[in-house]
């Protein structure tokens, strides 16, 4: 399915239209992709269109579960002043952005014949289900659906693997990067890491956003890496590439971002550190392949600092290389790390969400 991006959407053809709104960054629409599926199902005749970001049109693509996307604009993760939207009203509009009026009033503001959305008391003309806070992202949008009679699994979230041929086959994947300073593991601590990994003999590259270049070539250099170990930095990887790394990856050690999802999605091993926000709510489904670091303390309440902090979160501090290596060694080496236990407190108990993903070096966080 090829995914365009255009200025509003065509006018209407015999085929009725369903808008969903979800004008975030690359992990929020992966971890959108169970109700995304469970919406393709429902909606066979429909075609799907998403509002989002331009810069995820291939990645909305690869998941192969819309039609078109319609490019959105607004500061970090607010909601949209309007929708390029054009000719006759959404047939169905689907809030999968967050809960309040600025998304309501948003959509309905289109006009659209039905629309989903969690109840408020600012819209209060929406019938929809109550707002958890501490719930699953996943469980989220898959319990919205299920409260309008459509069934959606919160553990169905994978996506296909990309045709592209990886840039570093068999490597290990190391992203220091984050959008928010609150979920950067120090640099040095990353270095350590790559250059151990890399002693083991195994392939190491470094991943970089959009403006990350100097940090990844500073965690590569550091860690006595080739040339050519840093890809992306100056923009974004290329999704195809990006994704194509990903899933032929032995294993990423990343932090809590949309690469980790990416993992997720494409079901390769992964180390996900966390820190601000507990794994129960962001965090991968309970899988072998996926092990999480997250030291809460005496607070393990689910946000208990702030995750768009420009300082590193002290629980994210509390993480030591010496963790993160038994991790990857135990993808690396099975039954070379510590037996992995798991985080009953990593899923709002949603259904088919599964106890939670597998940890190491910690205790757990319900």
Same mark, same amino acid.
């Given at each position: 399915?090829?995914?365009?991006?255009?200025?509003?959407?065509?006018?209407?053809?015999?085929?009725?239209?369903?808008?969903?709104?979800?004008?975030?960054?690359?992990?929020?629409?992966?971890?959108?992709?169970?109700?995304?599926?469970?919406?393709?199902?429902?909606?066979?005749?429909?075609?799907?269109?998403?509002?989002?970001?331009?810069?995820?049109?291939?990645?909305?693509?690869?998941?192969?579960?819309?039609?078109?996307?319609?490019?959105?604009?607004?500061?970090?993760?607010?909601?949209?002043?309007?929708? =390029?939207?054009? %000719?006759?009203? *959404?047939?169905?509009?689907?809030?999968?952005?967050?809960? !309040?009026? #600025? &998304?309501?009033?948003? $959509?309905?503001?289109?006009?659209?014949?039905?629309?989903?959305?969690?109840?408020?008391?600012?819209?209060?003309?929406?019938?929809?289900?109550?707002?958890?806070?501490?719930?699953?992202?996943?469980?989220?949008?898959?319990?919205?659906?299920?409260?309008?009679?459509?069934?959606?699994?919160?553990?169905?979230?994978?996506?296909?693997?990309?045709?592209?041929?990886?840039?570093?086959?068999?490597?290990?994947?190391?992203?220091?990067?984050?959008?928010?300073?609150?979920?950067?593991?120090?640099?040095?601590?990353?270095?350590?890491?790559?250059?151990?990994?890399?002693?083991?003999?195994?392939?190491?590259?470094?991943? =970089?956003?959009? %403006?990350?270049? *100097?940090?990844?070539?500073?965690?590569?250099?550091?860690? !006595?890496? #080739? &040339?050519?170990?840093? $890809?992306?930095?100056?923009?974004?990887?290329?999704?195809?590439?990006?994704?194509?790394?990903?899933?032929?990856?032995?294993?990423?050690?990343?932090?809590?971002?949309?690469?980790?999802?990416?993992?997720?999605?494409?079901?390769?091993?992964?180390?996900?550190?966390?820190?601000?926000?507990?794994?129960?709510?962001?965090?991968?489904?309970?899988?072998?392949?996926?092990?999480?670091?997250?030291?809460?303390?005496?607070?393990?309440?689910?946000?208990?600092?702030?995750?768009?902090?420009?300082?590193?979160?002290?629980?994210?501090?509390?993480?030591?290389?010496?963790?993160?290596?038994?991790?990857?060694?135990?993808?690396?080496?099975? %039954?070379?790390? *510590?037996?992995?236990?798991?985080?009953?407190?990593?899923?709002?108990?949603?259904?088919?969400?599964?106890?939670?993903?597998?940890?190491?070096?910690?205790?757990?966080?319900?």
């Amino acid at each position: 399915m090829n995914v365009t991006a255009d200025e509003g959407a065509p006018t209407r053809s015999a085929r009725p239209r369903a808008l969903v709104l979800r004008a975030l960054g690359l992990g929020d629409l992966l971890t959108a992709v169970p109700a995304l599926k469970a919406l393709r199902r429902h909606l066979r005749h429909h075609e799907i269109v998403l509002a989002a970001p331009e810069r995820l049109s291939a990645a909305a693509s690869a998941t192969g579960l819309v039609d078109r996307l319609l490019p959105t604009s607004a500061p970090g993760r607010e909601v949209p002043a309007a929708l =390029a939207w054009s %000719g006759p009203a *959404p047939d169905l509009a689907v809030d999968l952005h967050g809960n !309040g009026p #600025p &998304s309501h009033l948003l $959509l309905q503001r289109l006009r659209p014949l039905r629309l989903f959305a969690y109840a408020h008391p600012g819209t209060p003309g929406i019938s929809g289900p109550a707002w958890r806070e501490d719930e699953h992202e996943r469980d989220r949008w898959c319990r919205l659906l299920g409260w309008y009679g459509i069934e959606a699994d919160p553990v169905d979230l994978g996506i296909p693997h990309p045709a592209t041929p990886s840039p570093a086959p068999g490597a290990v994947v190391v992203h220091p990067g984050a959008d928010a300073g609150a979920r950067c593991w120090p640099k040095a601590r990353f270095a350590a890491v790559a250059r151990e990994v890399h002693r083991w003999d195994h392939d190491v590259v470094v991943t =970089a956003g959009a %403006g990350e270049g *100097p940090l990844a070539r500073w965690v590569a250099d550091r860690a !006595g890496l #080739p &040339s050519g170990a840093v $890809l992306g930095g100056a923009g974004d990887m290329a999704f195809d590439q990006l994704a194509a790394l990903v899933a032929g990856a032995r294993c990423v050690v990343v932090g809590d971002t949309g690469l980790a999802h990416l993992a997720t999605a494409l079901a390769t091993p992964s180390v996900v550190l966390f820190g601000p926000v507990a794994p129960r709510l962001w965090g991968p489904p309970a899988d072998a392949r996926h092990r999480v670091l997250w030291h809460p303390g005496d607070d393990d309440s689910a946000r208990p600092g702030d995750a768009h902090g420009r300082l590193p979160d002290e629980r994210l501090l509390r993480i030591t290389v010496g963790e993160v290596l038994d991790a990857v060694r135990g993808h690396l080496e099975p %039954g070379q790390g *510590p037996q992995p236990e798991p985080d009953r407190g990593a899923s709002s108990g949603g259904a088919g969400s599964g106890p939670g993903p597998l940890t190491t070096g910690l205790r757990a966080s319900g």
